[in-house]
């Protein structure tokens, strides 16, 4: 369901940008709608999986995953990012969002919807792994109290992580 959503979501979001569709209340209610849960729903679930078959507990094992999360998440990141860098460069008057620099591009402003890819593997670096539920506790406070500063307008504290993400 969540991945018709997904779909569902990037196609009406393309609609609407190119003046197919209008930019209704309807249309509004749904995307912000979906985008409360699909979004932290695909997180949670690529972080549960990453923490079920990940044996992380000392500094060098830590470092051995983040090598492997780099080449899973970083070469499809790279590939794809560069590849829809080019086309939008190429054919910048009949694209709906214009492009930055390619470096811009993959370090500080990630493409739709390459960014995914980008904000997990920074998790992967930022995110210990909870092996208690105190740990699981303390976690989620500090997110909540982060998800709170950035509702508030701390958005100039926001990580690198969430520049372009549906998390403004």
């Given at each position: 369901?969540?991945?018709?959503?997904?779909?569902?979501?990037?196609?009406?979001?393309?609609?609407?940008?190119?003046?197919?569709?209008?930019?209704?209340?309807?249309?509004?209610?749904?995307?912000?709608?979906?985008?409360?849960?699909?979004?932290?729903?695909?997180?949670?679930?690529?972080?549960?999986?990453?923490?079920?078959?990940?044996?992380?507990?000392?500094?060098?094992?830590?470092?051995?995953?983040?090598?492997?999360?780099?080449?899973?998440?970083?070469?499809?990141?790279?590939?794809?990012?560069?590849?829809?860098?080019?086309?939008?460069?190429l054919f910048s008057g009949s694209v709906n969002d214009q492009i930055g620099g390619l470096g811009d591009t993959l370090l500080f402003h990630p493409t739709?919807?390459?960014?995914?890819?980008?904000?997990?593997?920074?998790?992967?670096?930022?995110?210990?792994?909870?092996?208690?539920?105190?740990?699981?506790?303390?976690?989620?406070?500090?997110?909540?109290?982060?998800?709170?500063?950035?509702?508030?307008?701390?958005?100039?504290?926001?990580?690198?992580c969430f520049v372009n993400s549906p998390f403004k």
């Amino acid at each position: 369901m969540a991945c018709i959503l997904v779909v569902l979501g990037h196609f009406f979001q393309s609609m609407v940008k190119s003046n197919i569709l209008s930019n209704s209340d309807l249309y509004e209610w749904f995307n912000t709608t979906i985008y409360y849960f699909h979004v932290p729903l695909f997180f949670i679930c690529s972080v549960y999986l990453y923490q079920k078959y990940s044996r992380v507990n000392t500094f060098v094992s830590w470092h051995s995953n983040i090598k492997k999360k780099a080449l899973a998440l970083g070469i499809p990141y790279l590939t794809f990012t560069t590849i829809t860098w080019i086309l939008k460069k190429l054919f910048s008057g009949s694209v709906n969002d214009q492009i930055g620099g390619l470096g811009d591009t993959l370090l500080f402003h990630p493409t739709s919807p390459y960014w995914y890819l980008y904000a997990l593997f920074c998790i992967f670096l930022i995110t210990p792994i909870f092996r208690n539920v105190k740990k699981v506790t303390i976690g989620l406070f500090f997110a909540f109290l982060a998800k709170v500063v950035i509702l508030n307008g701390g958005g100039e504290y926001r990580c690198i992580c969430f520049v372009n993400s549906p998390f403004k």
